[in-house]
């Protein structure tokens, strides 16, 4: 396994909220992929609004960057093999009332901005978004 196989995700504040964040959690460890970062954090308005610059000017904007940085979320850093694409199957597509059964976001949501749970769509969008979540990580020393 290379350090190409690491991605990010959080747990947005509503997972917080009901108690779900060992049940998603557990969905990525039984999937066989590893916790290798893992904090409880609470982002600043800066920081969010830096998170998600890609979608600056878009309608949701204000509503998710209030949405991701009012509480408490839990972030983690995941690695296995083809990890970026795994997980993004595993959370199903964007708006919850979309997405397919047996997807985190199919199973348990239904707001599109509360959706749970975000995760890197690249490895550059990884990149991006570890340096703000986890700026402690040194990728330099993974292997491969
Ligand atoms: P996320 O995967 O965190 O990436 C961008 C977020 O914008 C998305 O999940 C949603 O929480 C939020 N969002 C709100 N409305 C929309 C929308 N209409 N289209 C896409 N994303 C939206």
């Known amino acids: 396994m290379s350090r190409q196989d690491l991605t990010l995700v959080f747990l947005k504040p509503g997972v917080m909220e009901r108690g779900l964040v060992g049940t998603i959690l557990s969905r990525f460890e039984a999937k066989g992929l590893k916790i290798v970062?893992?904090?409880l954090l609470?982002?600043?308005?800066?920081?969010?609004?830096?998170?998600?610059s890609v979608h600056r000017?878009?309608?949701f904007f204000e509503d998710l960057v209030e949405t991701v940085s009012r509480k408490d979320m839990v972030a983690?850093?995941?690695?296995?093999r083809e990890v970026v694409r795994v997980v993004?199957?595993?959370i199903g597509v964007t708006d919850p009332v979309e997405a397919a059964p047996g997807t985190i976001r199919g199973d348990f949501g239904l707001d599109i901005t509360d959706n749970l749970?975000?995760?890197?769509?690249?490895?550059?969008?990884?990149?991006?978004?570890?340096s703000i979540?986890?700026?402690?990580?040194d990728l330099s020393s993974w292997s491969g």
């Open 37 to 39: 970062g893992l904090k």
């Open 42 to 52: 609470r982002m600043s308005g800066e920081e969010a609004r830096e998170f998600y």
């Open 57 to 59: 000017g878009k309608t």
């Open 76 to 80: 983690a850093v995941l690695r296995g």
């Open 88 to 90: 993004r199957e595993m």
């Open 117 to 130: 749970i975000h995760a890197s769509d690249s490895r550059e969008s990884f990149e991006a978004e570890v």
């Open 133 to 137: 979540l986890f700026p402690e990580l």
